[in-house]
DNA sequence: ACCTGAACACCGTTCAAGT
DNA sequence: ACCTGAACACCGTTCAAGT
C-alpha cells in the first residue's frame, strides 16, 4: 500500500490493457475494475491518470485511429492534383492524386477498425477531444484545398467520406445479418440465400464497401470537374 | 404484491416508455431499475416480457427504424426503371426510379435517426434480429432488381447506402467537434474556424450528408448505365 | 401468467489513509 | 504523486414467493 517508488501506471499501459481487453473479450468486459485487476493493480488506482471511464475509452480509441494511413496525403500535391483526372499520369513515385488518396485512406481506415471490430461501437461519440481524429481530418482537408477544391466543399468530402467509412465498420463488423436460415424462411422473399452465411456476409461487406468506395469517388470527381479553382 | 388482474406491462408499452426515456435523458440512464420504475413497477417485471436489456433496446431501435420511409420503393415500377436516366419522364406521379427513390429514403432514414439521436450508439449491433431493419433491406433490394441491377449488385447498393447513412447519423448527432476554441488554437493549420460552433457544425453535417448522397447516386447511375439488366 | 422483494455478483467513482 | 481499502449509489439478472 501506499505510493509506489516507481509508478506502477501509466496513460499508455492503461489505454493498452484496455485495447488488448476489448480485442480478446468485447467492450462489455471493460470495466475498471476488469481492467485494473488486468494491470495487478486497485481500481481507484486508474483515477490518478484519467478522470473517467470514458476518457479511457476515447484515448483507446483515439490511438486505434493512429494507425490509420494518412501519410498517403503528403504525397499529394498541388501538381498532382492537376493530373486527377488521369493516374497514369504520376512520373515521381511520391505524386498522388486526391481521390487516390482518399482511396488509400478509406481502405486503411477500414482495415484498422477491422482489426477492432469490438471497439466500433465505441466510435459513436465522433472526433470530439481526440488528437488523432483531428490530426486525421487535418490532413484531408489539408489535401482537398492543394488539389484545388474549394475549403467548403473539402470540408464536406472529408466529412462525408468519414460517414461512408464509418458506417461500413459499423455496418460490417458488429454482426450484420444473423446467421439464421430459419428466420427467413419465407417472411422477407426479397432476401436470397446469399444472405445467410456469415462468410458470404464477410463478402457482401467487402464488395459493398469497394462498390460504395468507386460511386463515391465518381460522384466526386464529377463534382471535381465542376468546383476546382487554383 | 402478486399477479396482478391485468397486466401491468407490454411489450410495446416498455418499448415506448424506454425511448422516451433514451430520447429525454440518454442511452446512459436507461438500465432496467430506472425503466421500471419509470413505469411504476418492480424491475424484475420487465423480464417477464424480454430476456435481457439488450432485446428491450434492440426493440427500441426497431421500432425506430419501422419510421423510415419505405413506402416510396413500392413507387418503384419496372417501367419507372427505365427512365431512371431521365426523371422529368414521370408521367403518372407513383412512378419512380431506383435512384430517386434511394434520395427520399437515405433523407427519411437520417431524419429519423436525426430525430432520436441519443440512441444512434445502439445502431451498432447492426440489422441482426430486427424486423424493420430487415424489411427495409428487403424494399431497398426489390425495387433495386425491378430496376434491373443485377442481383449482386443490388445487394451491395442496399448495403453501401445504409453505410453512409449510419455513417452520417453517427458522424452528427453524436458529438462531432467539441465546442472549444481553445483546443485548436494552432494545433491543426488546416481546420478553419468554421469547425468550432456548433451552429456551424450542423450545416456542415446537413451539407455533407447531401453533398455524399448526391455523389453516391451519381457514381451508382454511372455505374447502372454499364451493368443494367432488363 | 405476471408481479414482488431479496439476493448475487457486479458496476463507476469518491475519499481518507498511507508512503 | 500515486497507490490502497472502504464506502456509496448504483447496475443486470435470478429466484422463490405470492396471487
Known sequence: MGRPRQPLLSRDRIVDAALALVDAE???????????SELGVSGP??????ATKDEIVDAVVDTVLGEV????????????????????????????SWDEALRVWARSYRAVLGAHPNLVPALAPGPARRPNALRMADAVFGS???SGWPRAQATRVGVL??????????????GGFPDDAALYAGEYPHL?????LADAQREINENAFEAGL????????????RVRVG
Not at 468485447?26 to 485494473?36: E, P
Not at 494511413?69 to 498522388?96: G, L, N, Y
Not at 464509418?166 to 460490417?172: D, E, K, Q, Y
Open 144 to 146: 482537398l484545398v492543394r
Open 69 to 96: 494511413d494518412i501519410a498517403v496525403f503528403a504525397r499529394v500535391s498541388a501538381d498532382a492534383a492537376r493530373d486527377a483526372a488521369d493516374d497514369r499520369s504520376q512520373d515521381a513515385a511520391e505524386a498522388t
Open 192 to 196: 436470397g440465400q446469399a444472405h445467410l
Open 45 to 50: 488506482a486508474l483515477y490518478n491518470h484519467f
Open 161 to 174: 467520406m468519414r460517414y461512408f467509412v464509418t458506417g461500413s465498420a459499423l455496418g460490417s463488423f458488429a
Open 26 to 36: 468485447g467492450l462489455d468486459v471493460l470495466s475498471t475494475r476488469r481492467l485494473a
Open 214 to 225: 468507386e460511386a463515391l469517388l465518381h460522384g466526386l470527381a464529377d463534382r471535381y470537374a
